[in-house]
């Protein structure tokens, strides 16, 4: 009777852990387990292009602005109520270089990030300079798709999360992809 040592590693919660196994048999050892190929995950942020025959969306990002501002644009924010808009837009979707799907951070959910080109991103910058609290729309294809608070400055990528499934975060983005 021989014995055999066999030594496996598993990763368990990021931990390296290996184990040890005593294999006692007669003769021959038999051939060590086939290794388990584990499948390859998705990525978590990926280019989206926009497939031929897709028309593409039109973008804007405009300001919520006051109701009796001057050639202010009248809009329903996604839950209906009204809102008035700058009459000129930020950024639109000439704007627009690259955009991507991100698995949001509860890893259930996905996001449309727009990465914009620098002249948008040098516009955006300024309309939200000393503006935190300010609150922005973005429309697609003239319906607002998101309204949202500056909480920070911002830059050259726009990120609209709403909770999306794979299939509908990728349908949104290939209509808004150049």
């Known amino acids: 009777m021989t014995k055999r040592l066999f030594r496996n590693r598993v990763l368990l919660g990021g931990a390296l852990v290996a184990l040890v196994i005593l294999a006692t048999g007669a003769g021959e050892s038999p051939p060590p387990p086939a290794a388990k190929v584990a499948p390859t995950p998705e990525p978590i942020d990926f ?11 039109k973008l804007e990002l405009r300001q919520v602005v ?6 202010s644009v009248k809009a329903a924010d996604p839950d209906g109520a009204d809102l008035s808009l700058s009459k000129e837009a930020i ?6 270089t690259e ?10 959910h996905y996001a449309v990030t727009l990465h914009f080109n620098e002249a948008a991103a040098d516009r955006l910058k300024k309309a939200a300079t000393n ?14 798709l998101v309204v949202g608070n500056v909480m920070s400055q911002l830059s050259d990528t726009a990120m609209i999360s709403g909770r999306y499934t794979k299939s509908a975060a990728s349908h949104l983005a290939e209509q808004l992809a150049p």
């Open 131 to 144: 503006a935190y609290g300010t609150k922005l729309a973005m429309l697609v294809n003239g319906q607002v």
């Open 47 to 57: 280019l989206i292009q926009r497939p031929a025959g897709v028309d593409r969306a």
């Open 91 to 96: 950024l639109t979707d000439q704007d627009v």
């Open 66 to 71: 006051a109701d009796d501002q001057e050639g």
């Open 99 to 108: 955009v991507h799907v991100t698995l949001e951070p509860d890893l259930l």
